[in-house]
């Protein structure tokens, strides 16, 4: 039996999605697993299920701090695939974890997806406070 190529994925935050571009990652990835073996990391404020749908989450504590919460996931997501992953593509999902693919270039091809750029939409998350 032929082994299916490992496809880590950065940036989705956990399966089920709750909605957005996480649920188009859902939709992706759910139809990628049978010919992929697929491992999401995860944050515990997104999800606590280490198997979903046959796909393996790892999952880490999120930070009582939000602002620092998605900053610290990406950070541990990055070391855990560098130090213990065996990965044949890393696929980084949001345009705020795209500092981390120069790292993971060292070891993976890498691939990121942006949905939109959040830093030119009328909107008050990226507004001053």
């Known amino acids: 039996m032929k082994r299916k190529p490992k ?21 992706i990835f759910t139809r990628l697993k049978d010919n992929y073996d697929i491992t999401v990391y995860a944050i515990s404020s997104h999800t606590s ?23 610290l996931y990406y950070i541990k997501a990055l070391v855990h695939a560098l130090l213990r992953g065996k990965f044949n593509v ?4 949001h345009v ?9 270039r060292i070891k993976y091809i890498t691939t990121l997806t942006v949905h939109g750029n959040p830093f ?10």
């Open 49 to 71: 299920e280490t198997n979903y749908q046959g796909i393996k989450q790892i999952i880490f504590k999120a930070h009582k701090n939000k602002k620092i919460s998605v900053l």
């Open 96 to 104: 705020s974890a795209g500092f981390i693919i120069p790292l993971l």
């Open 120 to 129: 030119t939409k009328n909107d008050n998350k990226w507004s001053k406070p």
């Open 7 to 27: 496809i880590a994925v950065i940036g989705a935050k956990g399966f089920p999605a709750w909605g957005g571009a996480a649920r188009s990652n859902e939709a």
């Open 90 to 93: 890393v696929h980084v999902n």
